[in-house]
């Protein structure tokens, strides 16, 4: 027997009936159930909205108006990087005459420690106060082994990571049997060149004072890393049972003798332990402190480097360098956020020019012309 068939129906769930028998079961069965949506403003899309109507005399405003702000701002962003004072030297060691070539394939274990001078001239004199940066080239810490290979419970003080640290420090967890404090491969990588600065004048060198403190964020220093917690402050008690890591020349609590710079609390470390996003990167190392308004903080002349070269990079192909830097309001020294708002000002007033002249020529055209037969 032929069955008559509807989709309009079905699909607004009221079934065809074919007979008395199909009014009798939609009558038996109660309410017809519909995939209908539910009349109301949400449901069916009545809801009041607000569409911009671009039209001349709104998008050509808009060009000029951003143009006229972005411009303005890209140009100040950009001389005040350009004021910004930076030297950076490459001190690898590639060239066959730089004075640390013989440094080059330094070991992590090298006794007695590779040593080396740069000598370098300032240009201009460095006003405010000037941040000593090192620099490392092509080493990933954003790759995502060595990221997760920390304790953080061990960093902050716990006794129980201490001597128990977690798995993800593999395989830099334990050594001969001891567990290493601290542990993971950033730590096991830390940096550990030595810089110092002098300035040259008439043979004599003057050291630059060089402040390792401040350096690391306060939440980092106060919070994030704590040294554990025992009878008294004797760091080298609190931390027996643990061993130094693989790379290291010596334990944790030897990093510093000032009890506050010193075990996970040093300044160096917690720096070193705030991973890079890129493998082209720098990390504070020092700070030169202004001491007097009438004098620069660095002047102009001759100085010297000395390096203590301890980390190897050549293995991996990678380059090492010292950078003397001011700062601004906006940070260190940065042109491409000057340069993006210059050009995206620039862009945006070239195009309400253009649009503004196509407006001009062809706008009062008659667009209601009849359609030729």
Not at 46 to 73: D, E, H, K, M, N
Not at 84 to 102: A, L
Not at 105 to 122: K, R
Not at 292 to 313: C, E, F, H, R, W
Request: a neutral charge; one cysteine or more.
């Amino acid at each position: 027997m032929a069955v008559n068939y509807s989709a309009k129906e079905e699909a607004d769930g009221h079934p065809a009936g074919g007979g008395p028998g199909g009014g009798a079961a939609a009558g038996g069965g109660g309410a017809v159930k519909t995939r209908k949506p539910d009349n109301t403003a949400f449901k069916q899309q009545r809801l009041p909205a607000w569409q911009p109507i671009l039209t001349a005399g709104t998008v050509l405003p808009a060009f000029f108006i951003i143009g006229l702000i972005f411009i303005p701002i890209g140009i100040g962003i950009f001389v005040t990087s350009n004021n910004i004072r930076e030297y950076e030297i490459d001190y690898t060691g590639i060239e066959p005459s730089s004075p640390c070539n013989k440094c080059l394939n330094v070991s992590w274990d090298s006794t007695p420690p590779c040593t080396c001078t740069i000598n370098f001239t300032l240009e201009h004199s460095f006003e405010s106060n000037v941040f000593m940066y090192y620099g490392l080239s092509n080493f990933y810490q954003n790759h995502r082994r060595y990221v997760k290979s920390r304790d953080d419970s061990q960093l902050n003080g716990d006794n129980s990571s201490l001597l128990n640290p977690s798995k993800e420090c593999e395989p830099y967890r334990t050594n001969e049997d001891k567990p290493i404090a601290p542990c993971g491969a950033i730590a096991n990588s830390m940096f550990n060149d030595t810089l110092e600065l002098y300035h040259v004048e008439n043979d004599t060198r003057t050291a630059i004072p060089l402040i390792k403190k401040g350096i690391a964020w306060w939440t980092d220093k106060n919070v994030k890393f704590r040294n554990p917690t025992g009878d008294g402050n004797n760091l080298t008690a609190l931390f027996q049972g643990t061993t130094k890591p693989v790379n290291w020349p010596k334990p944790v609590y030897m990093l510093d003798s000032e009890p506050d710079n010193n075990g996970f609390i040093n300044e160096d470390f917690i720096v070193w332990m705030r991973t890079a996003a890129l493998p082209t990167f720098r990390k504070l190392y020092r700070l030169i402190e202004r001491k007097s308004n009438l004098q620069p903080t660095l002047q102009a002349g001759k100085y010297s480097l000395d390096i203590t070269y301890n980390y190897p990079v050549h293995s991996f192909d990678g380059r090492k360098r010292m950078i003397l830097s001011t700062i601004s309001w906006m940070g260190g020294k940065n042109p491409f956020l000057g340069i993006a708002y210059i050009t995206v000002g620039s862009i945006c007033f070239f195009l309400g020019v253009v649009l503004l002249i196509i407006h001009h020529k062809y706008g009062n055209r008659n667009t209601s012309a009849d359609i030729p037969n």
